[in-house]
């Protein structure tokens, strides 16, 4: 039975391959919660030549934010995907920035391919994306359409993160482990209710990669005073304040309080809201440049078309994997 069942998956998965869908990717930026509702809230950039397609498959288009994160349990070479460990790259007080080649070609013949991987390669598979996005929108295929846009909008949100912009990406380094989960997910689950995310109409953007690498340098540009707050706080709250018991499911667990969570909030100035609001106006503007770039297609025409049953098993497939996995490839941010 074991062996039925994985001869069925292998299949689905080498269906995967021939549906010219997306790569994969991991890791746990903005949580399931925060990665659902950007995609769900850069429908509302769109201009109305793509709003009504984007409208009616809205509910694929945030329930499939996630799909990356959950491939990590199947795909080795996924997790690389969502960072950049950029400050990898500042040797005697370089900019990092400033040393790193923007083109992945370029980028190879300084540090070799080895090392970029290593070390995250997110700006470069967004450009990635987006590239396959173009064409999906170009073929008229609304499987890759949709399953490409769910897939860029993830990638997108994770640059957009300044923790996934560091070796330092949870505070191992600053005896500040659990920092990650807690300012990507906790807090966008406890405010983000409260939070405008209507931030205007996506505009034509004509150099994605550049667009990558602007996120990235935006988030890194806010990562000492992710880690310099937090430290600070701490200091000030007392452990019994600073931590709660909730239940989560069957288990209970030990996680930041929500009065320690909105007094870092509040130091930090609204950063997590605008960092998720950057990530929707980008998102959408990707979306909006990939449709211009592939001739402006009439979306209208695939109004009454839904995805394939054979996307919906390799969907299938791949949530059954995760529900049974217990450890994902690529290191953990929990």
Request: charged fraction near 25%; proline fraction near 4%.
């Amino acid at each position: 039975m074991i062996r039925r069942t994985l001869i069925v998956l292998a299949c689905l998965f080498g269906l995967l391959l021939l549906l010219p869908v997306h790569v994969v990717e991991p890791a746990h930026a903005w949580g399931f919660y925060g990665h659902k509702r950007i995609n769900r809230m850069a429908c509302f950039t769109l201009p109305p030549e793509m709003f009504g397609f984007y409208k009616r498959h809205v509910d694929f288009i945030s329930d499939h934010a996630v799909d990356p994160d959950r491939r990590r349990y199947a795909v080795e070479g996924e997790a690389q995907r969502h960072y950049i460990d950029i400050d990898h790259y500042a040797k005697g007080g370089e900019d990092p920035f400033a040393v790193m080649p923007h083109k992945w070609d370029d980028a190879v013949s300084k540090y070799t391919e080895d090392t970029l991987q290593a070390y995250g390669i997110v700006p470069w598979h967004i450009q990635v994306m987006y590239a396959r996005l173009v064409k999906a929108f170009a073929r008229g295929d609304v499987d890759r359409i949709l399953t490409n846009s769910a897939d860029l909008g993830h990638y997108v949100a994770d640059a957009h993160v300044p923790l996934h912009t560091t070796e330092n990406y949870n505070g191992q380094l600053t005896n500040q482990y659990g920092i990650h989960a807690f300012w990507e997910s906790r807090i966008p689950e406890l405010s983000a209710d409260n939070y405008d995310h209507l931030v205007g109409r996506a505009q034509y953007m004509g150099r994605p990669l550049e667009v990558a690498w602007e996120a990235v340098h935006a988030s890194h540009m806010e990562l000492d005073s992710v880690l310099a707050i937090e430290k600070r706080l701490s200091m000030t709250f007392p452990e019994d304040q600073k931590y709660v018991f909730e239940d989560r499911g069957r288990n209970g667990m030990r996680t930041y309080s929500r009065e320690f969570a909105n007094a870092y909030e509040v130091a930090m100035g609204g950063m997590v809201e605008r960092r998720m609001n950057a990530s929707i106006m980008t998102l959408g503007s990707f979306w909006y440049s990939a449709w211009v770039d592939a001739g402006s297609p009439d979306l209208e025409r695939f109004e009454d078309k839904d995805v394939s049953d054979s996307l919906k098993q390799v969907l299938k497939a791949e949530q059954e994997l995760f529900d049974e996995s217990r450890k994902g490839f690529g290191r953990d941010h929990e």
